[in-house]
Every structure is written in C-alpha cells, then in structure tokens.
T-cell receptor, first 111, second 113 residues
Framework: GESVGLHLPTLSVQEGDNSIINCAYS??????FIWYKQESGKGPQFIID?????DKRQGQRVTVLLNKTVKHLSLQIAATQPGDSAVYFC??????????FGAGTTVTVRA | DAGVTQSPTHLIKTRGQHVTLRCSPI?????VSWYQQVLGQGPQFIFQ???????GRGNFPDRFSARQFPNYSSELNVNALLLGDSALYLC????????????FGPGTRLTVL
C-alpha cells in the first residue's frame, strides 16, 4: 500500500500567489523524497528532491520542506503561473530504483 | 532531443487477451522502469530493468512480464487481461546513479473491455 499521501486532492490558487502542497509519509526509512508534476496527457516530470537528512531545499521558484518529526513534506511554488496547473505527486525513494508515489493534488491556477 | 517514447499511444483489448507495450529510453540511459497509473491515482511501480537484467519488481501478478533489449529499449507484456488492467502504462528511464530523477514517456492508455 501507499506510504505517502497528500492532504488535499485539489488546490485552487490565484495567479501570482504562492502555492503550498502538502504530503504526509509513514516510511521513515526513505532516503529521498521527491516531487513530480504531471500535466494533462503527459507523463510525470521531476521537479525537485530532498534527502532525508535535510530540512529544506530550494529550486527555481520552488521550495521543498521536510519535517521529519511529524513526517510531513511540502512543496511551495512562488508566484504561481498558469503553466503550474497540473497534478502534483510526492514520492519517496529508499535510494534504490523504485519510486513510491502518493495519490496527487490537482492544482488549478485562476487568472 | 528525443525524450522517452512509448507505443502505441492508445490500445483497446478484450478480457483474456494479451498486450505488448513498447518503450525507448533517452539515449544514454540504461535503466528503464514501468509504472501503472489508474485514473485518479499516482503511478504504481511494476518493474525496473538495468543492463537487460530485472532489478526489481512491484506487487503485480505473474501475468505481467517485461524485458530489455541490447539497445536498452523495453517491452511490457500483460497476459490474460482483466478489466482492472485498464490504466495508463508509463515508462521511465534514468541516468546511472540518478534514481530520483526519472524521465517519463507520455504513456500508453490501455482499455480492457
């Protein structure tokens, strides 16, 4: 069964605002946590990952926060744009070949 | 640059039939993984192949099998299709040592009637 899960299945955000997508996990043995984005009709696309011994990692317009105490992972998107509309998945990897995905949050950006 | 390609794009089969799905990884990638994505859910890991050897298998029945060829392309075979096999089948390739960043193809949409 899944060991990662998302808090909310949908999120609506105004263009230009910041988005926060949350994810809970149960497997403390995971070495990495990863965020993927899936646009309609496409396969998932890697956004950013974070090693389990880190608390925060920043990319271009995105920040991932990891709270190991409460087993919580979040993805923050700054200045959300229409192109950010997609389904976002958190996933975990025990530093091997298999990614375990959660159910996904659908983000809709309002103009 | 060509990404991961999959064929066919869509496929309709009836229960009991078998199906073969194909995948070509990004040039230089030797690892290919297969995932099943049921509508409304995240992808579920089926197999990974590396250098033509099966490296891992997810929780799927023996009706599911795969192989990887010398050019690193891969096939996923599913026998005795069930209605519940209807899903998007995704193939992903990754560079050596880069297990987190997998490059996914657009998938094959399989419908079993």
């Amino acid at each position: 069964g899944e060991s990662v899960g998302l808090h909310l299945p949908t999120l609506s955000v105004q263009e230009g605002d910041n988005s926060i997508i949350n994810c809970a996990y149960s497997n403390s043995a995971s070495d990495y946590f990863i965020w993927y984005k899936q646009e309609s009709g496409k396969g998932p696309q890697f956004i950013i990952d974070i090693r389990s011994n880190m608390d925060k990692r920043q990319g271009q317009r995105v920040t991932v926060l990891l709270n190991k105490t409460v087993k919580h992972l979040s993805l923050q998107i700054a200045a959300t744009q229409p192109g950010d509309s997609a389904v976002y998945f958190c996933a975990e990897n025990k530093n091997d070949y298999k990614l375990s995905f959660g159910a996904g949050t659908t983000v809709t950006v309002r103009a | 640059d060509a990404g991961v390609t999959q064929s066919p794009t869509h496929l309709i089969k009836t229960r009991g039939q078998h199906v073969t799905l194909r995948c070509s990884p990004i040039s230089g990638h030797k690892s290919v993984s297969w995932y099943q994505q049921v509508l409304g859910q995240g992808p579920q890991f089926i197999f990974q192949y590396y250098e033509k050897e099966e490296r891992g298998r997810g929780n799927f029945p023996d009706r599911f099998s795969a192989r990887q060829f010398p050019n690193y392309s891969s096939e996923l075979n599913v026998n005795a299709l069930l209605l519940g096999d209807s899903a998007l089948y995704l193939c992903a390739s990754s560079a050596p040592g880069s297990h987190n960043e997998q490059f996914f193809g657009p998938g094959t949409r399989l419908t079993v009637l």
